[in-house]
């Protein structure tokens, strides 16, 4: 079966510190990634989705970049964390079709 | 991307009582439509889902009805319990060009009462 692992699963980060989160998935190839940012009391916001290695797709601008070195691996970084970019930080996978299942989350709050 | 409208924001059931959660879209392409469960600090989890030439949908105590001309679809929870209380979001998705993008509702927060 599949198994989709993120961490940390909480971070506290200072502004102006660099960021990376990992997201990696278990159990099948070539899935779709994607990254998404919920807001306190908010749906979740597309921010990246990759169909294979190094392909990234962004979906809104701002201060984080994603990168996918390897099949099942999905990365979310930032240079330089913004006050505004606290939040929980939820990758999920999909096999080319409609189901997307998400993985635990990452709690991220910026002081 | 369009939005998907989602209502209410927060529902409050008896137990043993039906749970109903409404959402409306705009882009007709959008031809998968999920409905997804959220406790309080995980990842949401898949719940149940429709494809737009069906009109209902029903797994065990949860039903989709989707009315296609309307651009609406709702989920129904029947003898809905206090293990239900959660966060759902309903989602509308867009298969174009194979990157298969969820669109969210914005949430409905359900407590199911004694």
């Given at each position: 079966s599949q198994t989709i692992h993120q961490w940390p699963a909480t971070l506290v980060q200072p502004v102006g510190s660099p960021l990376s989160l990992e997201c990696t998935v278990e159990g099948t190839s070539n899935p779709n990634l994607y990254w998404y940012r919920q807001a306190a009391g908010r749906g979740l916001q597309l921010l990246f989705y990759s169909v294979g290695i190094g392909q990234i797709s962004s979906e809104v601008p701002q201060n984080l970049s994603a990168s996918r070195p390897q099949d099942r691996q999905f990365i979310l970084s930032s240079k330089k964390l913004l006050l505004s970019d606290s939040g929980f930080y939820l990758c999920a996978w999909s096999l080319q079709g409609y189901e997307q299942y998400f993985g635990p989350g990452t709690r991220l709050t910026v002081t | 991307q369009q939005q998907v409208k989602q209502s209410p924001q927060s529902l409050i059931v008896q137990k043993g009582g039906i749970s109903i959660i409404n959402c409306a879209y705009e882009?007709?392409?959008?031809d998968y439509f999920p409905w997804y469960q959220q406790f309080p600090g995980k990842g949401p989890a898949l719940l149940i889902a429709i494809r737009p030439d069906v009109s209902e949908k029903k797994e065990g105590r949860f039903t989709i009805s989707f009315n296609k001309s309307a651009k609406q679809f709702s989920l129904h929870i029947m003898?809905?319990?206090?293990?239900?209380s959660a966060t759902y979001f309903c989602a509308a998705l867009f298969s174009g060009a194979g990157s298969y993008q969820l669109t969210f509702g914005k949430g409905t927060k359900l407590s199911v009462i004694p």
């Open positions: - | 882009n007709t392409a959008f003898d809905s319990q206090p293990g239900d």
